[in-house]
């Protein structure tokens, strides 16, 4: 069974610049999670969808949104990139049940110049 | 919004348990305690969770105190595979709520 799939594995911008991150859940799997994780630090929680429907968000300004198809596969995209928004991009995806693990893929790299 | 306290780093020697703590006083009656692990430049990987009770099972064991405000996450062999961050989250258990994962434990097992 294939995991969690994004793309692409690694991206250079500029800043101003727009991008769009892709991520393709586990089959079945209803739930997509986005987390930003920059260099040396913690993973941050950036969005959670579950049925097409953003059900949290977190503290991260507005140029960061995304959405989730019908498929439940989901983008993030982020407007007018800045330099701290250098990091490496990991979607989750999990079932929507109690004491759902989460999966997650390999994640995209995006530097900004 | 910081739920949970962890060492920056730790070491162990191979083949001995690795012992990871983590603190969680404010946690609430209906919060779980999870663990996840980062392998250098993957995605997190799930270990293990629970509530109140200790569980086990084939990668680690959890121990939870019985006022639940901290835990224990046992390697009980560590290999030189197992070096990572290792990250002590606590959640309800519906998914219906932010997870924050802060930045863990760095555990290095050395030969």
């Known amino acids: 069974e294939a995991g969690v799939t994004q793309s692409p594995t690694h991206l250079i911008k500029t800043r101003g610049q727009q991008v769009t991150l892709r991520c393709s859940p586990i089959s079945g799997h209803t739930s997509v999670y986005w987390y930003q994780q920059a260099l040396g630090l913690g993973l941050q929680f950036l969005l959670w969808?579950?049925?097409?429907?953003?059900?949290n968000r977190g503290n991260f300004p507005p140029r960061f949104s995304g959405r989730q198809f019908p498929n439940y596969s989901s983008e993030l995209n982020v407007n007018a990139l800045e330099l701290e928004d250098s990091a490496l991009y990991l979607c989750?995806?999990?079932?929507?049940?109690?004491?759902?693990?989460?999966?997650f893929g390999s994640g995209t790299q995006l530097s900004v110049l | 919004d910081a739920k949970t306290t962890q060492p920056p780093s730790m070491d162990c020697a191979e083949g001995r348990a690795a012992n990871l703590p983590c603190n969680h006083s404010?946690?609430?009656?209906?919060?779980?305690v999870y663990w996840y692990r980062q392998i250098h430049s993957q995605g997190p990987q799930y270990i293990i969770h629970?509530?109140?009770n200790n569980e086990t099972n084939e990668m680690a064991s959890l121990i939870i105190t019985e006022d639940r405000k901290s835990s224990t996450l046992i390697l009980p062999h560590a290999t030189l595979r197992d070096t990572a961050v290792y990250y002590c989250?606590?959640?309800?258990?519906?998914?219906?709520?932010?997870?924050?994962f802060g930045t863990g434990t760095r555990l290095t097992v050395i030969p």
């Open positions: 404010t946690i609430s009656g209906n919060e779980y």
């Open positions: 989750a995806s999990s079932l929507r049940r109690l004491n759902e693990k989460l999966f």
């Open positions: 989250i606590v959640r309800t258990g519906t998914g219906a709520n932010n997870l924050f």
């Open positions: 969808y579950d049925e097409g429907e953003e059900r």
């Open positions: 629970g509530l109140k």
